[in-house]
């Protein structure tokens, strides 16, 4: 497995747009005619109450600019000076160009500044924080914008009671800078590519473009509705696959960092749902009040967003202040896992705002 300790990069602000309109569980529930078991179970042993969704016509691209100004706002960073942009995401607003492109262009970026995206989910944001900390300790960057972000709830056949209620839409944008003095942090990345079937969107691509056939919905045995072109979700493989591989991965993560769980503040995990979250805590034997859940509660699972928005809404007022030492872990769709420990505050700016549609302001 790849493993990295870097000493000269370090999280300086981080700021979350979620997606502006909210669905209770209750309302998915009606529109998905479940059972009242069902939505007892939803709501009692998976954890879900709500989430936080994009409308058609608000993209990845707007919820991560949003963030991305939020962000140098309150943080008082001026575009020109940032030396490369990177974003995370698996729904892009076009196959060409990328992402990081266009942000680039919106924020007025300056011609030597480098753009580029990372094709991951819900391991992304590790996975792209890896990248940045690479870029700055080999010394060409002095500043790194990650943004990481994904509309998931739109690849979703609206009848697919397996995954709707599960999945909210959030962008986030986190700044990266070269530190003065040596603050170390520590990486691990892992990958499993005979899992990939496990969640998936089958037709869309080259393999497997989309047409008419691509289309045709069937329902399954469990009354879940979806074509080749919507998101596959097998919730049970992803369950045993997380339970299996997170546990070994994070103690190994501690072993090569040097630290022992009561040494960690946080460990901020991919926020799947609360029933993955506090099974993982037992596992690692980590305290319950020690693992943010209530993220995945509010807004839903946000893929590649969730870790960054997990320590916006339930860390943000004491990583303002103080440092933090914390875990960090990403897990899915790959399959693929990522992990880090890095020393987290005081930072300059870290918030969590609702997208505006009716202008392209921003939250001060």
């Known amino acids: 497995m790849p493993q990295a300790k870097f000493t000269q990069a370090r999280i300086s602000g981080i700021s979350t747009c979620t997606g ?131 509309t998931v709830t739109q690849t979703i056949n609206p009848r697919d009671r397996a995954v709707v209620p599960l999945f909210g839409d959030a962008g986030t944008a986190t700044l990266i800078e070269r530190t003065g003095s040596e603050d170390s942090s520590w990486f691990s990345l892992h990958s499993d590519g005979k899992g990939h079937s496990a969640i998936c969107i089958p037709a869309g691509g080259h393999r497997l473009p989309s047409s008419a056939a691509t289309a045709v919905e069937a329902t399954d045995a469990d009354g879940n509705v979806r074509a080749p072109d919507d998101l596959f979700m097998n919730g049970i493989e992803v369950f045993n696959f997380t339970l299996r591989e997170e546990p070994l991965a994070v103690r190994e993560l501690l072993e090569f960092s040097g630290h022992a769980v009561e040494s960690i503040d946080a460990f901020v995990f991919h926020q799947a749902n609360r029933f993955i979250l506090s099974n993982l805590a037992k596992r690692i034997k980590a305290p ?14 946000q893929s590649s967003a969730s870790v960054p928005a997990a320590i916006c809404d339930a860390l943000g007022s004491q990583v303002s202040g103080r440092s933090l030492k914390v875990l ?37």
Not at 21 to 46: C, K
Not at 329 to 357: M, R
Request: aromatic residues 6%; proline residues 5%; contains cysteine.
């Open 288 to 301: 319950l009040e020690k693992v943010p859940w209530r993220t995945a509660e509010r807004f839903g699972n």
């Open 20 to 150: 502006p309109l909210s669905r209770t569980l209750e309302q998915d529930a009606q529109a998905l005619a479940l059972e009242p078991i069902q939505l007892e179970r939803l709501r009692n042993l998976v954890g879900i109450h709500s989430r936080h969704v994009a409308p058609p016509g608000v993209t990845t691209l707007d919820l991560c600019e949003s963030a991305a100004r939020c962000l140098l706002a309150g943080a008082g960073v001026a575009a020109d000076s940032l030396d490369a942009v990177v974003c995370v995401t698996q729904t892009p607003d076009h196959w060409q160009p990328c992402n990081a492109n266009l942000l680039h262009g919106r924020l007025g970026l300056t011609k030597s500044a480098a753009a580029f995206d990372i094709n991951q989910g819900c391991s992304g944001w590790v996975y792209g924080l890896y990248l940045a900390y690479g870029m700055v300790q080999a010394g060409g960057c002095r500043r790194v914008l990650l943004l990481a972000g994904d």
């Open 328 to 364: 960090c872990s990403g897990f899915g769709v790959g399959l693929s896992w990522a992990s880090c420990v890095l020393s987290l505050g005081p930072l300059t700016h870290c918030s969590l705002h609702q997208y505006d549609q009716s202008s392209n302001a921003f939250p001060p």
